[in-house]
């Protein structure tokens, strides 16, 4: 039987059992004088009773289908040719992935004999097992229901037990979010212990220059690679700091301007063209910046004699910031924008009946009282700024740099990472390993960041609350 | 009518009683949907220091102010009453142009202030909101310091240019709204910490720091307990020694206590302006009698 049959059999069967539960107490509660007297709805009975024969089940479900596989395989290696089971485990495995072969039908030639049979006993044996598990279920269910079942009475408290499940139900969601990130970051720190193994971590921390060479093979020498991670945080920053001059100011403004002095009309236009802007792929702006913005800047660059005093690329910091900060510019509007709104009329009303200007309400009353959250919607933008890597890639190059010049050719810690880990590479080596060391640092910083912006946007929702 | 309806006895004994109520409030409801109908009463004062002519206040296509004239004496209390929705709050905030605020909301006829057209087009808001001030519903401070509450309006309007001056404009404001005792001692915490009682008479010390003419109030008092309404009461009074007040009010006894005169609203039309006293011993218009008597509201 097919797993696919087998759960859509369970699910029907399910069904039936949660309306025989159900009825049940129906007909429990005719004897105590009706379905008020029932400790709980008609509804929790049925679902306790699902609940009692489902539980079971999915239990073995899930224990047969973790094993099954393991199990079928060790009967049929017991079975194999003598000289193959004591050539080692890696004659058995290849062994066995030929046969799988065979039973895809995607074997090339003339199988030897003990491989065909030894197919067939996989065949035979897989159906032998689900048909096995399938009687297995509906034995269990069956036999778990109708204890349900006869268990049910009117004082049974039916709604808590539900309820119970339920909650767990829930619990074990929301950890799954909780594992996956606690998976990630461990990780990514054992992989950085590692790297912090051959590169000492103060070089790594205060090294001012970045050049990992290529290990393609594990007897490659690395001795001239340096791994020192400054010129990528200066240059993280730098870029995120171009944007932000850009995002923050006009995005504040555009949000003052939305949320105080638009019109209705304007305002629901613009807000919906803002969130098309949100939504356009960093990719493109990523050829815009680099097709159009960066030579344009150059240009410019060299116009005015700059090239004179400073390096002058086609690859700049200034239009990698320029573009990113227009990519934030929504971003950093619409959550300034929330915040505004949020402000009370009442308080603008205040301020308006004691003669202010509508320029001193917005100066006066509106942006500091909408300030702690404005403040964290920043955050969240640099944190943006921090982690965006597509137009960094496409318009900023990958020299690492140690400048503040913005007409000099940079690279992020992104960007670093994501060179380093493409490619075919050994994955011992201490290249590779910089990356997770990277990501780990850049997690630690948009973490903190992030934090220090919920934690402020926290207590700015609780002024007014 | 659901104002009507609302107030049916429903004793079934008093069946007749009913019957005979349910004809008037038909009669009443007649009266007060009536199209060309008279304010009764006295609505013009000599030197009036607000004076309104035939006041149309729109909310997009829905009118919520009728034909409204009334005369505003200097210095005098004037309450206005009604019930819910019979636009006392519309007509109050014409007064000071808060209206401008709501984007639908269109105002009609002649409103003057000591013979200014407030309505002209040329006239800017900003002069005309100093010196006429308001206290709003709820307590609004603002968040920043007792202190900047107060001394906000002052402030913009560039009234004072030491800080001495500005010190003693928020002592003198708070002491004048009785607040003064009660935080002297930490100015420097933020309004929106104070009770709602002394919320409230902070926006007052902040409303008269400003030295308006008027002060326009819309239910000072309803979001406030017994004893901290008893307090504005008693401020109101000492207040109308030096400014003109006009108040709305839920409560017919604070009309009673507070004001000298009083206005009765219906669905939007001025019915009746009379001297406090009269309009709740002896009213002219039945609606007010109707009103006063709890029959509705
Ligand atoms: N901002 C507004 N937009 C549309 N209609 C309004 C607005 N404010 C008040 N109204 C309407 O105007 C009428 C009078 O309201 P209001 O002046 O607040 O009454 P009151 O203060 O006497 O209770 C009501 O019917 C109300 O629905
Ligand atoms: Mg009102």
Same mark, same amino acid.
């Given at each position: 039987m097919s797993s696919t049959l087998l759960l859509a059999l369970m699910f029907v069967g399910f069904i039936t059992i949660y309306k025989l539960g159900r009825s049940r107490s129906l007909a429990l509660a005719t004897n105590v004088?009706?379905?008020?007297?029932?400790?709980?709805?008609?509804f929790y009975y049925g679902m306790i009773t699902v609940l009692w024969a489902a539980i079971p089940a999915l239990i073995l479900l899930g224990l047969w289908y973790a094993f099954d596989d393991a199990v079928i395989q060790a009967i049929v290696v017991q079975h194999l040719p003598a000289e193959i089971r004591e050539a080692g485990n890696t004659e058995i495995g290849l062994v066995l992935n030929k046969v799988r072969l065979i039973i895809d039908n995607q074997f090339l030639g003339e199988p030897p004999e003990y491989m065909t049979v030894a197919a067939a006993e996989i065949n035979k044996l897989t159906t032998l097992s689900s048909n096995l598990l399938a009687a297995l279920i509906f034995l269990l269910m069956s036999v778990s229901a109708s204890v349900g079942y006869f268990r049910?009475?009117?004082?049974?408290k039916a709604r808590l037990f539900v309820e119970n499940w339920f909650k767990l139900a829930l619990l074990i969601c929301s950890m799954i979010a909780i594992f996956t990130t606690l998976g990630i970051v461990l990780s990514v720190l054992l992989e950085s212990i590692k790297f912090f193994r051959s590169v000492p971590i103060t070089e790594f921390l205060f090294g001012l220059e970045w050049s990992p060479q290529n290990a393609?093979? @594990?007897?490659?020498?690395?001795?001239?690679s340096s791994f020192g991670a400054i010129p990528l945080f200066a240059g993280t920053l730098l870029i995120a700091f171009i944007s932000m001059l850009i995002a923050v100011p006009v995005g504040l403004m555009s949000a003052i301007y939305l949320a105080d002095y638009a019109p209705t009309k304007v305002r629901s236009t613009v807000k919906p063209l803002l969130e098309i802007l949100a939504g356009i792929p960093t990719v493109v702006y990523g050829f815009f910046a680099a097709l159009t913005v960066a030579p344009m800047i150059r240009d410019l660059a060299i116009g005015m004699g700059l090239d004179n005093y400073m390096t002058v690329t086609s690859e700049s910091a200034l239009a990698v910031g320029l573009i990113m900060g227009v990519m934030i510019v929504p971003f950093v509007s619409s959550l300034s924008d929330d915040v505004i709104n949020a402000v009370p009329q009442s308080l603008r009303d205040g301020a308006l009946a004691l003669g202010a200007t509508k320029s001193e309400v917005v100066k006066q009353v509106v942006i500091p009282a909408a300030l702690p959250g404005i403040v964290g919607g920043f955050l969240l933008a640099v944190s943006r700024a921090i982690g965006e890597t597509m137009i960094v890639v496409m318009a900023a190059g990958l020299a690492a740099n140690l400048t503040a010049n913005p007409l000099d050719a940079v690279t992020t810690v992104t960007v670093q990472i994501v060179t380093l880990l493409?490619?075919?590479?050994?994955?011992?080596s201490p290249k590779t390993l910089a990356a997770f060391a990277l990501g780990l640092m850049l997690f630690v910083v948009t973490l903190a960041l992030n934090y220090i912006a919920l934690h402020v946007v926290k207590k700015y929702r609780e002024q007014y609350e | 009518m659901t104002i009507l309806e @609302?107030?049916?006895?429903?004793?079934?004994?008093e069946t007749a009683a009913k019957d005979t109520i349910k004809m008037k409030e038909a009669d009443l409801n007649e009266a007060a949907t009536e199209s060309d109908h008279k304010t009764v009463g006295d609505c013009f004062v000599e030197n009036p220091k607000f004076s309104v002519r035939d006041a149309n206040v729109y909310y997009g296509d829905k009118? @919520?102010?009728?034909d409204v004239s009334l005369d505003i004496g200097e210095n005098e209390v004037i309450a206005m009453i009604g019930?819910?929705?019979?636009g006392k709050s519309t007509f109050l905030r014409c007064l000071n142009r808060m209206?401008?605020?709501?984007?639908i909301c269109r105002v009609e006829g002649k409103i003057e202030l000591d013979g200014m057209?407030?309505?002209?087009?040329?006239?800017?808001v900003v002069p005309l909101r100093a010196r006429v001030g308001m206290v709003f519903q709820k307590p609004n401070p603002f968040p920043k310091s007792i202190y900047d509450n107060v001394a906000y309006g002052p402030k913009i309007h560039g009234l004072v240019s030491r800080r001495v001056d500005l010190d003693e404009i928020v002592e003198t404001s708070l002491r004048r709204a009785g607040l003064w005792d009660e935080v002297k001692d930490r100015l420097?915490?933020?309004?929106?910490?104070?009770s709602g009682g002394q919320q409230q008479r902070l926006c007052i010390a902040r409303t008269i720091a400003v030295s308006p003419e008027v002060i326009l109030m819309d239910e000072?008092?309803? @979001?406030?307990d017994p004893i901290a309404t008893a307090r504005i009461e008693e401020l109101i009074a000492e207040l109308s020694e030096n400014f003109t007040i006009c108040i709305v009010t839920h409560s017919m006894q604070q009309a009673a206590r507070v004001s000298k005169r009083t206005a009765y609203f219906h669905m939007g039309k001025l019915m009746e302006v009379n001297e406090t006293q009269k309009v709740f011993?002896?009213?002219?218009?039945e609606l007010t009698e109707a009103y006063i008597t709890g029959r509705f509201g």
């Amino acid at each position: 039987m097919s797993s696919t049959l087998l759960l859509a059999l369970m699910f029907v069967g399910f069904i039936t059992i949660y309306k025989l539960g159900r009825s049940r107490s129906l007909a429990l509660a005719t004897n105590v004088g009706g379905a008020r007297y029932l400790n709980s709805l008609p509804f929790y009975y049925g679902m306790i009773t699902v609940l009692w024969a489902a539980i079971p089940a999915l239990i073995l479900l899930g224990l047969w289908y973790a094993f099954d596989d393991a199990v079928i395989q060790a009967i049929v290696v017991q079975h194999l040719p003598a000289e193959i089971r004591e050539a080692g485990n890696t004659e058995i495995g290849l062994v066995l992935n030929k046969v799988r072969l065979i039973i895809d039908n995607q074997f090339l030639g003339e199988p030897p004999e003990y491989m065909t049979v030894a197919a067939a006993e996989i065949n035979k044996l897989t159906t032998l097992s689900s048909n096995l598990l399938a009687a297995l279920i509906f034995l269990l269910m069956s036999v778990s229901a109708s204890v349900g079942y006869f268990r049910i009475h009117p004082q049974m408290k039916a709604r808590l037990f539900v309820e119970n499940w339920f909650k767990l139900a829930l619990l074990i969601c929301s950890m799954i979010a909780i594992f996956t990130t606690l998976g990630i970051v461990l990780s990514v720190l054992l992989e950085s212990i590692k790297f912090f193994r051959s590169v000492p971590i103060t070089e790594f921390l205060f090294g001012l220059e970045w050049s990992p060479q290529n290990a393609m093979r @594990a007897d490659q020498v690395v001795g001239s690679s340096s791994f020192g991670a400054i010129p990528l945080f200066a240059g993280t920053l730098l870029i995120a700091f171009i944007s932000m001059l850009i995002a923050v100011p006009v995005g504040l403004m555009s949000a003052i301007y939305l949320a105080d002095y638009a019109p209705t009309k304007v305002r629901s236009t613009v807000k919906p063209l803002l969130e098309i802007l949100a939504g356009i792929p960093t990719v493109v702006y990523g050829f815009f910046a680099a097709l159009t913005v960066a030579p344009m800047i150059r240009d410019l660059a060299i116009g005015m004699g700059l090239d004179n005093y400073m390096t002058v690329t086609s690859e700049s910091a200034l239009a990698v910031g320029l573009i990113m900060g227009v990519m934030i510019v929504p971003f950093v509007s619409s959550l300034s924008d929330d915040v505004i709104n949020a402000v009370p009329q009442s308080l603008r009303d205040g301020a308006l009946a004691l003669g202010a200007t509508k320029s001193e309400v917005v100066k006066q009353v509106v942006i500091p009282a909408a300030l702690p959250g404005i403040v964290g919607g920043f955050l969240l933008a640099v944190s943006r700024a921090i982690g965006e890597t597509m137009i960094v890639v496409m318009a900023a190059g990958l020299a690492a740099n140690l400048t503040a010049n913005p007409l000099d050719a940079v690279t992020t810690v992104t960007v670093q990472i994501v060179t380093l880990l493409t490619g075919d590479q050994e994955f011992d080596s201490p290249k590779t390993l910089a990356a997770f060391a990277l990501g780990l640092m850049l997690f630690v910083v948009t973490l903190a960041l992030n934090y220090i912006a919920l934690h402020v946007v926290k207590k700015y929702r609780e002024q007014y609350e | 009518m659901t104002i009507l309806e @609302a107030t049916n006895p429903v004793d079934t004994a008093e069946t007749a009683a009913k019957d005979t109520i349910k004809m008037k409030e038909a009669d009443l409801n007649e009266a007060a949907t009536e199209s060309d109908h008279k304010t009764v009463g006295d609505c013009f004062v000599e030197n009036p220091k607000f004076s309104v002519r035939d006041a149309n206040v729109y909310y997009g296509d829905k009118q @919520a102010v009728f034909d409204v004239s009334l005369d505003i004496g200097e210095n005098e209390v004037i309450a206005m009453i009604g019930p819910s929705g019979c636009g006392k709050s519309t007509f109050l905030r014409c007064l000071n142009r808060m209206n401008d605020t709501i984007d639908i909301c269109r105002v009609e006829g002649k409103i003057e202030l000591d013979g200014m057209d407030i309505y002209d087009s040329r006239l800017d808001v900003v002069p005309l909101r100093a010196r006429v001030g308001m206290v709003f519903q709820k307590p609004n401070p603002f968040p920043k310091s007792i202190y900047d509450n107060v001394a906000y309006g002052p402030k913009i309007h560039g009234l004072v240019s030491r800080r001495v001056d500005l010190d003693e404009i928020v002592e003198t404001s708070l002491r004048r709204a009785g607040l003064w005792d009660e935080v002297k001692d930490r100015l420097n915490q933020p309004g929106t910490g104070l009770s709602g009682g002394q919320q409230q008479r902070l926006c007052i010390a902040r409303t008269i720091a400003v030295s308006p003419e008027v002060i326009l109030m819309d239910e000072p008092c309803s @979001a406030l307990d017994p004893i901290a309404t008893a307090r504005i009461e008693e401020l109101i009074a000492e207040l109308s020694e030096n400014f003109t007040i006009c108040i709305v009010t839920h409560s017919m006894q604070q009309a009673a206590r507070v004001s000298k005169r009083t206005a009765y609203f219906h669905m939007g039309k001025l019915m009746e302006v009379n001297e406090t006293q009269k309009v709740f011993t002896n009213p002219d218009h039945e609606l007010t009698e109707a009103y006063i008597t709890g029959r509705f509201g």
